[in-house]
């Protein structure tokens, strides 16, 4: 279950992933994704091979796509509302 969450979350992240060099990179991790060719065991892990390929961004979005990502999980609501 959990995979698949994870799938989802990226596929989001990469339908805003347009222009240029970026189309070009994106088609060829979508491939890799279909044909398991590559797999990420977090969005984390993900950002950062987006990240390592085009450096950190605008940093407003990069945090906005962070917000994004948390999960109360296991945590109290304590916890949770820390992080965010």
């Known amino acids: 279950m959990r995979k698949v969450i994870v799938e989802e979350q990226i596929q989001w992240i990469l339908s805003y992933?347009?222009?240029g060099s970026a189309?070009?990179?994106?088609e060829n991790l979508v491939e890799d994704l279909e044909t398991r060719e590559i797999e990420f065991r977090s969005v984390g892990n993900f950002l950062l091979k987006l990240k390592k390929e085009f450096g950190e961004g605008d940093e407003k979005m990069v945090?906005?796509?962070e917000l994004?990502?948390?999960e109360q999980g296991g945590r109290i609501m304590k916890e949770f509302v820390q992080e965010f």
């Open 17 to 19: 992933v347009q222009g």
């Open 63 to 65: 945090k906005v796509a």
């Open 23 to 26: 189309d070009v990179w994106k």
């Open 68 to 70: 994004r990502r948390i």
